[in-house]
């Protein structure tokens, strides 16, 4: 048996596993980091919550003797990402990262990027404005310095304690959204601008879609750069990777 460890808290990460489960050959865990209170049903055992570090990640690998670690993370999730490719460096074990490409703005998308948070603050102006949050709860906090909008914030888990502003309402949903419940939502709500990550995938795709529609503008978080590491985007392409690095291995008798 050939041990594979996935970083997850993606539904690619949750797919891969789905396809990975049913091999007799392999064990597969997927290891998630704990932040969502009712995290999707996954179909290969699952262990959750940090490692401790590049070090403790690295740890981790040769504890379990892992054969193959493959980054199935969120392309926001830029710390686990990191410590991942040092971690596999430091155990020497084969990693892939599975990378979601990102949205490209098409004729209509009235697109703003932006570096962080604090610049999104600033982009969203000084006159009042009925702004759609689609962003985790650690990244809501500087909101808090523009109390004159109105939010409207989408996230899995509740936004505890809430935002210390004067106007926001809170939605607790996971994806995938679909354009036309976006676009009702975002007309019932009177919404004239969102904040969001480029995520990628269609999951989360039909705000972009549904505010290009309604000619809204959209604020984009920049994505974090990414370590140097061999990456796919597709689940076959992963499932190649592995079979040969696996067959590498053995092959050196690893
Ligand atoms: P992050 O900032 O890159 O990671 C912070 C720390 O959380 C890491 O240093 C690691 O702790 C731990 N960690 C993160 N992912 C882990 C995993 N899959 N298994 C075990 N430990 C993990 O990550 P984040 O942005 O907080 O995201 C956390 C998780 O949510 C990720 O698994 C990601 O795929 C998922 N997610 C993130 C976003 C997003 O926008 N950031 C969106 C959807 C899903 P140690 O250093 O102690 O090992």
Same mark, same amino acid.
Do not use: C
């Given at each position: 048996?050939?041990?594979?460890l996935?970083?997850?808290g993606?539904?690619?990460a949750?797919?891969?596993?789905q396809?990975?489960?049913? $091999?007799?050959?392999l064990?597969v865990t997927?290891?998630?980091?704990g932040?969502?209170?009712s +995290?999707a049903?996954?179909?290969? +055992?699952?262990r959750?919550g940090?490692f401790?570090?590049?070090q403790?990640?690295a *740890?981790y690998?040769?504890r379990?003797?892992? *054969?193959?670690l493959?980054? /199935?993370?969120?392309p926001?999730?830029?710390r686990?990402s990191g410590?991942?490719?040092?971690?596999?460096?430091?155990a020497?074990?084969?990693i892939?990262?599975m990378? $979601? +490409?990102?949205?490209i703005?098409? /004729?209509?998308d009235r697109w703003?990027?932006?570096?962080d948070?604090?610049?999104?603050?600033h982009?969203?102006?000084?006159?009042?404005?009925?702004?759609?949050?689609?962003?985790?709860r650690n990244?809501?906090?500087p909101?808090?310095?523009a +109390?004159?909008?109105?939010?409207?914030?989408?996230s899995?888990d509740?936004? *505890?304690p809430?935002?210390p502003?004067?106007?926001?309402?809170?939605?607790?949903? $996971?994806?995938?959204f *679909?354009?036309?419940?976006?676009?009702?939502?975002l007309i019932?709500? $009177?919404?004239?601008i969102?904040?969001a990550?480029?995520?990628g995938?269609?999951a989360?795709?039909?705000?972009?879609?549904?505010?290009?529609?309604?000619?809204l503008?959209?604020i984009l978080?920049?994505?974090p750069?990414?370590?140097?590491?061999p990456?796919?985007?597709?689940?076959?392409?992963?499932?190649?990777?592995?079979?040969?690095?696996l067959?590498v291995?053995?092959?050196?008798?690893?």
């Amino acid at each position: 048996m050939r041990r594979i460890l996935i970083l997850g808290g993606t539904g690619e990460a949750r797919r891969l596993a789905q396809r990975l489960a049913p $091999r007799t050959d392999l064990a597969v865990t997927l290891s998630l980091a704990g932040r969502t209170g009712s +995290p999707a049903a996954q179909a290969v +055992p699952v262990r959750t919550g940090g490692f401790g570090g590049v070090q403790g990640l690295a *740890d981790y690998l040769a504890r379990e003797r892992t *054969d193959a670690l493959i980054d /199935a993370t969120h392309p926001y999730a830029a710390r686990i990402s990191g410590n991942a490719a040092r971690a596999a460096e430091l155990a020497q074990v084969p990693i892939l990262a599975m990378r $979601r +490409p990102a949205w490209i703005a098409v /004729a209509g998308d009235r697109w703003s990027e932006v570096a962080d948070m604090e610049h999104a603050v600033h982009a969203l102006g000084s006159a009042p404005r009925r702004v759609f949050v689609a962003l985790g709860r650690n990244e809501l906090f500087p909101l808090a310095g523009a +109390p004159q909008h109105y939010y409207l914030v989408r996230s899995i888990d509740p936004i *505890d304690p809430p935002l210390p502003v004067p106007f926001a309402d809170y939605i607790n949903a $996971r994806g995938p959204f *679909d354009e036309a419940d976006e676009r009702a939502l975002l007309i019932e709500q $009177r919404i004239e601008i969102i904040l969001a990550k480029n995520s990628g995938g269609s999951a989360s795709y039909g705000k972009i879609a549904a505010a290009r529609a309604l000619g809204l503008a959209v604020i984009l978080l920049r994505r974090p750069p990414v370590p140097n590491v061999p990456a796919v985007e597709s689940l076959e392409q992963v499932l190649g990777w592995l079979d040969h690095a696996l067959t590498v291995s053995a092959a050196r008798g690893v």
